[in-house]
């Protein structure tokens, strides 16, 4: 895996890697996301991160057709951390009421959980960036 580092305002570098849109792309931006939060010293977020960057990637996969998506992990301050996939599909996510016994439709309800906020940012004609932010030390 070849990880960027992005120079950012914060001071801190932001890590990023274009995947291809596949559902095994998750366990890449999985990495992703331990090596930037490892860097940082923010063990602390690691599981719901990596639970939280998963679910992104799996509606990228799901509801964009083009062949690439994008995964950026940013740290914005000390002690907060933002998650990004962008796709080249415009629709947003809608977080839905899962049936008890459906297979899908858990995943925005999870990110919402476990996050402390997130949503979906136009990206110019051609796409969006669902993002999700996570404190460490957050109790959600």
């Known amino acids: 895996?070849?990880?960027?580092a992005i120079a950012r305002s914060t001071g801190h570098p932001g890590y990023t890697e274009t995947l291809p849109r596949k559902a095994e792309s998750a366990r890449t931006a999985r990495v992703l996301v331990n090596t930037a939060l490892a860097a940082?010293?923010?063990?602390?977020?690691?599981?719901?991160?990596?639970?939280?960057?998963?679910?992104?990637v799996a509606n990228a996969v799901q509801h964009t057709t083009c062949h690439t998506i994008r995964v950026t992990v940013t740290r914005?301050?000390?002690?907060?951390?933002?998650?990004?996939?962008?796709?080249?599909?415009?629709?947003?996510p809608v977080r839905r009421a899962a049936r008890d016994d459906a297979a899908e439709g858990r995943g925005l309800a999870l990110v919402e959980a476990l996050t402390v906020r997130w949503g979906t940012d136009p990206k110019g004609g051609w796409g969006k960036s669902v993002w999700a932010e996570l404190k460490a030390g957050d109790t959600c």
Request: charged share 25%.
């Open 76 to 92: 914005l301050e000390s002690d907060l951390v933002r998650i990004d996939v962008v796709d080249k599909c415009r629709a947003k």
């Open 40 to 56: 940082w010293g923010l063990h602390a977020i690691a599981g719901d991160s990596t639970l939280v960057v998963t679910e992104l």
């Open 1 to 4: 895996m070849t990880v960027t």
